[in-house]
């Protein structure tokens, strides 16, 4: 009898396992090509990318003469499918391509996770065929860029508090909107922007429209002097009675709140392995720097402190690479996703800041100084923690997603 409080019916059985198996995680192989495309993108990078890292970051400039080189490879098209000028790669491959383009440059990882996540995803999920064939193509070769524009001065968080308008006029759209901290902003010539196009309806009244650069009343702010990923060109885009035909439009009126959704949970898994590629990159250089250096006559990698914090960095990324890895098979498997999605993007942001912290306490004085490229990793990974939703949002994105 004194057993017989832990007796449950089948059906409270059952309901417990359905709730367990939104946790569950599920087995991850590299194939022979994900092993190839990181080795090929690894040796892109310490080529093209990372000899000129540091500077890019100190002059805020973005890097027009490796971009274009990356449209070549197919970097801004990872996903689009091969007839559209993409690469036709899966969601395990993105992840790859981001992680290793951000362990060579945050600024770089950024701006192409952006572009394929949130701009070319939701044109290809959601446009309509003429849409797609107009838009994707110059996109997925890398010959023009492309932004998301959601956040605005008094909504961030808050999606369902935008404030921007399109009013419907005749065959046109007529914009005005202040969008923020548009990542790409300043290089940006296809944006999708969200828009009120019903005032009375707060969240059903949301609408994304295609906005193109050069479009009168189109206005490109300044760029943002940022602590971080200063390479990428982050600017203010303002739209002043600009007028854009009703073809503009991307899928139907008032699903502006869906396509943003949906949008971010594959941003999500885009800046968790921008995070991971960053920790990546810090612990890298800790332990080089570490077997370089002595203190008290032996190599720094010897104290039995600094080992325990080299240890726990790679426990870290070795952790945060698996919850971003299982996310994106989750979605090759055609999973629901976005609860993990939201994990990986937590952990992966909240690893990059620990790590890179511990990387500049290894590091020391020099670890302050630029002449490390460690001073850049903590600058570049605090942010990761706020873009693509907040880690607070996140929390609720997971609770959700497991208690509903």
């Not at 805020?60 to 091969?82: D, H, N, S, T």
């Not at 009013?167 to 007529?174: E, F, L, M, P, Q």
């Not at 990428?232 to 073809?247: E, G, H, K, Q, T």
């Amino acid at each position: 009898m004194r057993w017989a409080h832990l007796t449950v019916s089948a059906s409270t059985y059952r309901n417990r396992l359905n709730r367990s198996a939104k946790t569950e995680s599920m087995k991850i192989e590299l194939t022979d090509k994900h092993i190839v495309l990181r080795r090929t993108v690894r040796s892109f990078c310490e080529r093209e990318i990372r000899p000129i890292a540091a500077a890019i970051d100190q002059e805020a400039r973005f890097p027009w003469e490796v971009v274009e080189k990356m449209g070549r490879l197919g970097y801004f098209g990872i996903q689009a499918p091969v007839e559209l000028g993409g690469a036709g790669l899966d969601s395990l491959g993105y992840a790859i391509i981001i992680e290793e383009l951000s362990r060579a440059s945050a600024s770089i990882g950024l701006c192409v996770s952006v572009h394929n996540s949130v701009a070319v995803y939701p044109l290809l999920a959601f446009g309509a065929n003429d849409q797609i064939k107009r838009w994707v193509p110059p996109l997925a070769r890398g010959e023009k860029i492309g932004a998301f524009c959601l956040t605005e001065p008094n909504a961030g968080s808050d999606a369902a508090g935008i404030e921007a308008t399109a009013t419907a006029d005749g065959d046109s759209y007529v914009i005005n909107a202040n969008k923020v901290f548009v990542t790409n902003g300043g290089v940006a010539d296809i944006c999708l922007l969200f828009v009120r196009t019903d005032t009375a309806s707060p969240k059903k009244g949301i609408s994304v429209v295609v906005a193109e650069r050069g479009t009168p009343g189109f206005v490109v702010g300044d760029l943002e002097d940022l602590c971080g990923m200063r390479a990428n060109p982050v600017s203010s885009i303002r739209l002043y009675d600009c007028r854009v035909p009703a073809f503009n439009l991307l899928g139907k009126p008032g699903m502006g709140l869906p396509i943003g959704l949906a949008a971010l949970d594959t941003g999500r898994m885009g800046i968790a392995a921008q995070a991971l590629g960053i920790a990546q990159a810090a612990l890298d250089e800790s332990i080089q720097y570490a077997r370089q250096r002595r203190q008290f006559g032996v190599q720094l990698v010897k104290h039995q402190a600094i080992q325990m914090m080299i240890a726990d960095m790679a426990t870290r990324v070795n952790a945060a690479r698996l919850m971003v890895y299982q996310a994106a098979s989750m979605k090759d498997a055609g999973k629901p996703f976005g609860t993990e999605s939201a994990m990986a993007k937590l952990f992966a942001s909240e690893t990059a800041t620990a790590v890179t912290d511990m990387a500049v306490q290894i590091h020391g004085g020099y670890g302050y100084s630029k002449a490390y490229p460690v001073e850049r990793y903590y600058r570049d990974a605090r942010v990761t923690r706020i873009y693509e939703g907040t880690s607070e949002i996140h929390r609720l994105v997971i609770a959700k997603g497991i208690l509903q």
